[in-house]
């Protein structure tokens, strides 16, 4: 049985030299790369909601891919890799356009509707539609009791969150942020399972450069076309430094992180990060941008995020007791 959550971190894993923790202080690091990458995935959502002010949200997302993975594709380059054959070239575009063009592109346009914090709660739901997916599109897995009482929590602490927000529900604009981060968080349990099962001969760094680079190329693009574009001259000040914030701590330093932290500890250990990276997004619009935290948006965040542990865990024992059949 297929647990995409884990399979693809451990495929990440195994496409990077392993390392051995000598001492305790590098176990240390390797733990405060996790807490970056739990931190900063968090703020890039406040990030991106104060940019899509300043930069029409598919002209920053294509900066944002196209700037980050020239960088990684620059450092792989040095280290002395190839350009990519054409079989691996169409496999970067696939992935680019699910991962990226549309998860992160939908993404950081949802947020010019919605709260922050509730784009990261619903960004949070990928692992519930991976369950479905696997499930009903191509039954490769099935249900368990502890993955179906998780879908039910993750579902029920969403409708809890917004209980909050009954009154925005009732205005029009509201209703194509809540359309675009489904269809992002789809997407990318989507291009999850796609990546698992077409894509493991690729090296999953590298990959991620080119997916990047591709994605940002497309996006701007698009941008273009649809006239959610601004000359670049036009650009206020305070959406540049959205831009570099997305591009240095929520692509390079974090994605730097992740691999870092992947080498020297279990994936488990490393995917930690998907819990808390909601938690940071509601706290720092509560904070910074004046969003709603009542006790129904907290309480309703800690059932969501308990309600995906649970669909994981329980994709953890089927796998178990699928090995063991």
């Known amino acids: 049985m297929k647990n995409y959550i884990y399979d693809i971190y451990d495929r990440v894993r195994s496409s990077l030299q392993p390392v051995y923790l000598r001492n305790q202080s590098e176990k240390n690091r390797a733990v405060l790369a996790v807490a970056l990458i739990s931190f900063f995935w968090g703020t ?33 380059f040095l280290k002395g890799y190839k350009l990519p054959s054409r079989e691996q070239f169409i496999q970067f575009i696939w992935m680019s356009f699910l991962m990226f063009v549309i998860s992160n592109g939908f993404t950081t346009w949802s947020v010019k509707f919605i709260p922050s914090g509730l784009g990261a709660v619903i960004g949070a739901l990928s692992p519930i539609w ?18 179906i ?10 409708c809890v969150i917004f209980y909050d ?15 675009l981060g489904v269809i992002a968080s789809m997407t990318w349990a989507f291009g ?17 450069g080119w997916q990047m680079f591709l994605s940002g190329i497309i996006l701007i693009a698009l941008a273009f076309l649809t006239g959610q574009y601004k000359p670049i001259a036009q650009v206020d000040v305070r959406g540049w430094y959205s831009v570099a914030y997305l591009v240095t701590f929520g692509s390079i330093i974090t994605y730097a992180a ?7 500890l279990p994936a488990a250990q490393v995917s930690i990060y998907a819990y808390i990276n909601p938690i ?39 796998e178990v007791s699928g090995a063991e059949a």
């Open 280 to 318: 940071v997004a509601v706290l720092l619009g509560a904070l910074l941008n004046n969003e709603k935290l009542t006790r129904f948006v907290a309480i309703g965040t800690v059932v969501t995020l308990s309600g995906i542990y649970l669909v994981n865990t329980g994709f953890k024992k089927i």
């Open 44 to 76: 890039t959502w406040l990030v991106a909601k104060k940019g899509v002010q300043y930069i029409p949200a598919l002209q920053l997302s294509g900066i944002r891919q196209l700037v980050a993975g020239t960088v990684f594709i620059i450092f792989f």
């Open 192 to 208: 999850t399972i796609y990546t698992v099962r077409h894509s493991r001969n690729l090296n999953p760094s590298y990959s991620l």
């Open 130 to 147: 991976i369950a479905l997916f696997s499930t009903v599109l191509f039954r490769e897995t099935r249900l368990n009791g502890i993955t």
């Open 149 to 158: 009482m998780g879908l039910i929590m993750g579902i029920g602490g969403v």
């Open 258 to 264: 992740f691999i870092y932290a992947l080498k020297r």
């Open 165 to 179: 927000y009954l009154d925005d529900l009732l205005n029009p604009s509201f209703y194509p942020g809540i359309i």
